[in-house]
Nanobody, 124 residues
């Protein structure tokens, strides 16, 4: 049974940091594209960051580039998102996802597995 379980969300002030974690089980973690998406109320789900199998290729949304870092620990089957310099516009529900690839899909609808999400709230 596939599971993706996020944690690490919370409420912080603008400029602060959070690290999100996503523990995966039930599939070959290191062979999948892994990513973080977010969705704010009334808005569409948007890509935040993704990492290709092997971990050497990473992409970030322009809005988070230079502030967020995606990484994975294959020994722990865990995906991370380090978020620094948080802004009020980063407030959203954050989801981790996995795509069997080999190309990480641009569209969220093509990703295969999803977690339940963890809320991030940034106050200015």
């Amino acid at each position: 049974q596939v599971q993706l379980v996020e944690s690490g969300g919370g409420s912080v002030q603008a400029g602060g940091s959070l690290r999100l974690s996503c523990v995966a089980s039930g599939f070959t973690f290191r062979s999948y594209c892994l990513g973080w998406f977010r969705q704010a109320p009334g808005k569409e789900r948007e890509r935040v960051a993704r990492i290709y199998p092997g971990g050497s290729t990473r992409y970030y949304a322009d809005s988070v580039k230079g502030r967020f870092t995606i990484s994975q620990d294959n020994a722990k089957n865990t995906l991370y998102l380090q978020m620094n310099g948080l802004k009020s516009e980063d407030t959203a529900m954050y989801y981790c996802a996995a795509d069997r690839g080999p190309v990480c899909s641009i569209s969220a609808t093509n990703w295969d597995f999803w977690g339940q999400g963890t809320q991030v709230t940034v106050s200015s």
